[in-house]
T-cell receptor, first 111, second 113 residues
Framework: GQQLNQSPQSMFIQEGEDVSMNCTSS?????WLWYKQDPGEGPVLLIA?????ELTSNGRLTAQFGITRKDSFLNISASIPSDVGIYFC???????????FGKGTRLHILP | GAGVSQSPSNKVTEKGKDVELRCDPI?????LYWYRQRLGQGLEFLIY????????KSGLPSDRFSAERTGESVSTLTIQRTQQEDSAVYLC???????????FGNGTRLTVT
């Protein structure tokens, strides 16, 4: 079936640094979603993208729907301690109705 | 308003027993998903319900797994003859339509001893 390749698998950064993570696939997607998961909770939606080339911000977060429709990235600017968690990309292809998820990027902030 | 509710929040069962996990989606949401998340891993798709259409069961890992949904409301995920590898958090999510983002519950943590 379709697969989403999310990278990096984990990141260790200093507070205040910018963060970038991305997701790629061999299939064309018509929806890209970015979620964050805190320990013991379900994932929470950060940004939803529906059009190729779309660039959307949510506070310090910015995500883009790649022009080829096979990739998306998420940037976090000026990271703060509460940004720690697992970030998942998710999406839906043209030929399938279900939403699938990447394996996640684990963000750690060094003291 | 109320979000997606899952029960129980934790379940410990003995190997070989059957378990039933429940999900109450947000009222009016036509789509409902079940995912499995093993410790430290990503979300593995299990099954997807959309309105009155036949569910997409392509992610169910074996015939020990089944799920039902009553109309556009509650869903139950049943695992028969549980095995230790079934230990995971089972997440339910719902959405108002085909192209809408998912809203997740907090999951049921299943431990098979």
């Amino acid at each position: 079936g379709q697969q989403l390749n999310q990278s990096p698998q984990s990141m260790f950064i200093q507070e205040g640094e910018d963060v970038s993570m991305n997701c790629t696939s061999s299939s064309i997607f018509n929806t890209w979603l970015w979620y964050k998961q805190d320990p013991g909770e379900g994932p929470v939606l950060l940004i939803a993208l529906y059009k190729a080339g779309e660039l959307t911000s949510n506070g310090r977060l910015t995500a883009q729907f790649g022009i080829t429709r096979k990739d998306s990235f998420l940037n976090i600017s000026a990271s703060i301690p509460s940004d720690v968690g697992i970030y998942f990309c998710a999406g839906k292809t043209l030929r399938d109705d279900k939403i699938i998820f990447g394996k996640g990027t684990r963000l750690h902030i060094l003291p | 308003g109320a979000g997606v509710s899952q029960s129980p929040s934790n379940k410990v069962t003995e190997k070989g027993k059957d378990v039933e996990l429940r999900c109450d989606p947000i009222s009016g949401h036509t789509a409902l998903y079940w995912y499995r998340q093993r410790l430290g891993q990503g979300l593995e798709f299990l099954i997807y319900f959309q309105g009155n259409s036949a569910p997409d069961k392509s992610g169910l890992p074996s015939d020990r797994f089944s799920a039902e949904r009553t109309g556009e409301s509650v869903s139950t995920l049943t695992i028969q003859r549980t095995q230790q590898e079934d230990s995971a958090v089972y997440l339910c999510a719902s959405s108002p339509g085909r192209n809408s983002p998912l809203h997740f519950g907090n999951g049921t943590r299943l431990t098979v001893t």
